[in-house]
């Protein structure tokens, strides 16, 4: 739910005077960065191949080396 994303947590709490707000935004950061890293760990379980794209790249290419991979 909402009341569980980072950031919500944290300025209820600066708004509660239970976080300085001064510090408010460090402790984002950091809550952001554990969540990142805790991702991060998770995902290294499951097999990734990369997919090169840039502003050229059409759809239907895209869509083509996608569905190949899940063949």
Known sequence: T???A????ETIAAINGQL??????ERIK???HHFAKKQSTWL???PVEW???DENTKF???LSKT?????
């Open 2 to 4: 909402a009341s569980q």
């Open 6 to 9: 980072i950031g919500y947590r």
């Open 20 to 25: 300085p707000m001064e510090k408010l935004g």
């Open 30 to 32: 950091f809550n952001t």
């Open 44 to 46: 290294k379980q499951f």
């Open 51 to 53: 997919i090169d794209v």
């Open 60 to 62: 239907e290419d895209l």
């Open 67 to 71: 569905l190949e991979f899940f063949k």
